[in-house]
């Protein structure tokens, strides 16, 4: 049973910093596409960032060149690196896996089928 674990959320100040951390167990087949993403109250999940089969990441236009998300395979861990965090910012996140394919969108919470309990991220002004 695949299971994934997520820690690091918390509250910061605009433009604060903070590092999520996704640890993956039970997985069956190597390389997966790996995902964070995210659900604000009264808001449909979104994608995040992702990372394809051989470590290329995608990121949504709105955190391109604040957010990074790594992996470490000796650790089984997902990370994302989410610097000059702002307001809009605050949900809770999600990190998923799935085997990757020729149509799987990295950024489309519907193609992933394993999923994470969420970790809190609050952004205050």
């Known amino acids: 049973q695949v299971q994934l674990v997520e820690s690091g959320g918390g509250s910061v100040q605009a433009g604060g910093s903070l590092r999520l951390s996704c640890t993956v167990s039970?997985?069956?087949?190597?390389?997966?596409?790996m995902g964070w993403f995210r659900q604000a109250p009264g808001k449909e999940r979104e994608g995040v960032a992702g990372m394809n089969s051989v470590g290329r990441p995608s990121y949504a236009d709105d955190v391109k060149g604040r957010f990074t998300i790594s992996q470490d395979n000796a650790k089984n861990t997902l990370y994302l690196l989410m610097n000059s965090l702002k307001p809009e910012d605050t949900a809770m996140y999600y990190c998923?896996?799935?085997?990757?394919?020729?149509?799987?969108?990295?950024?489309?919470?519907?193609?992933?089928?394993?999923w994470g309990q969420g970790t809190q991220v609050t952004v205050s002004s």
């Open positions: 039970g997985l069956t087949y190597s390389n997966p596409c």
């Open positions: 998923a896996v799935e085997r990757c394919s020729l149509w799987l969108s990295l950024l489309a919470p519907k193609a992933y089928n394993n």
